[in-house]
């Protein structure tokens, strides 16, 4: 992409964008209403879909033995994820102008803040203190190849595909994700 700015191409820096892409669009949802905010809803399910599933494959599975402690460190944020994720469906159900919708959005932004900051916090700069450049750069691939499934911004024909996502096919969404980040990195998985 031209316009992907080169400090992305460390993995940190990218998560780290994405969290902060994850935010704003926590703000457009809780800002917009109607059909502006079913479809920024669709953008942030795909985004976090996207973005928790390539840390779970390239960035948690390295983190555990990168340094000491690493294996409490993530075994504590796949659990935050667990419990996101399980927020993250019970949303999905939810009509966004139904009036259930914005506490459960608010308890669902609760536990992702908490978690991002946690990763932040206790994951990434031991990440980056630990791994050489080329080795952060190989893992920026995967996540980037992962990022190209979650428009943050809308684009026609994305839109009115992610409009009907439901359960099903987000879960089918994590499995791509999986295919595309392990195909990106040269894995078999
Ligand atoms: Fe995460
Ligand atoms: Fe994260």
Do not use: C, W
């Not at 139904?98 to 990763?119: G, I, M, S």
Request: glycine fraction near 6%.
């Amino acid at each position: 992409m031209p316009d992907t700015p080169a400090s992305d191409g460390d993995v940190v820096t990218l998560l780290m964008r994405q969290h902060g892409d994850i935010r704003t669009l926590f703000d457009e949802v809780e800002r917009a209403s109607g059909d502006e905010r079913r479809a920024a809803f669709r953008r942030l399910v795909r985004l976090l879909a996207v973005h928790e599933t390539a840390e779970e494959e390239v960035l948690h599975p390295y983190a555990r033995t990168a340094f000491a402690g690493g294996r409490d460190v993530v075994r504590d944020r796949l659990a935050e994820e667990k419990e996101a994720k399980e927020l993250l469906s019970r949303l999905d159900d939810v009509d966004p102008d139904d009036p259930k919708f914005l506490p459960a959005l608010a308890a669902l932004r609760t536990e992702v803040t908490r978690h991002a900051r946690a990763e932040e916090r206790y994951e990434f700069p031991h990440v980056r203190r630990h791994t050489a450049p080329g080795r952060l750069t190989g893992m920026a691939a995967g996540v980037r190849a992962a990022e190209a499934m979650a428009p943050t911004r809308p684009h026609p024909g994305v839109e009115s595909a992610a409009e009907n996502m439901a359960l099903g096919p987000l879960a089918a969404l994590v499995d791509r994700t999986r295919d595309t980040v392990r195909k990106a990195m040269g894995k078999d998985g």
